[in-house]
């Protein structure tokens, strides 16, 4: 299974990216998947995540309200729509899938990682 992360870049406080996941080789419709952040220094730690019909959702408590997660099964693809950025969301942003409906901010239940995208937010 492959997942691939893009659309991190550098941004200033307060502004916008979108990330986006994709699945290539198979349909992603089967697959919950959640993005996780690493930043330096740090453990890496959930995001938000989404259930593989995208009617169920879950946020960490940090970035509720700021970030959006969905999904497109048509284009095997995960969005995660970050506004108001700051500078402490600064990490290597990852997205996850796992064959089973539950969401689980817990990093050991993903099964399949993308490489992850460079996330940069300047003060």
């Known amino acids: 299974v492959q997942l691939q992360a893009s659309g991190g870049g550098l941004v200033q406080a307060g502004g916008s990216l979108r990330l986006s996941c994709k699945r290539y080789?198979?349909?992603?419709?089967?697959?919950?998947v959640g993005w996780f952040r690493q930043a330096p220094g740090k453990e890496r730690q959930f995001v938000a995540g989404?259930?593989?019909?995208?009617?169920?959702?879950y946020y960490e408590d940090s970035v509720k309200g700021r970030f959006t997660i969905s999904r497109d099964n048509a284009k095997s693809t995960v969005y995660l729509q970050m506004n108001s950025l700051k500078p402490e969301d600064t990490a290597v942003y990852y997205c996850?899938?796992?064959?089973?409906?539950?969401?689980?901010?817990?990093?050991?239940?993903?099964?399949?990682w993308g490489q992850g995208t460079q996330v940069t937010v300047s003060s």
């Open positions: 996850a899938g796992r064959t089973n409906i539950v969401i689980t901010a817990t990093i050991g239940d993903y099964d399949y």
């Open positions: 989404i259930s593989w019909s995208g009617g169920s959702t």
């Open positions: 080789g198979r349909t992603f419709n089967e697959y919950t």
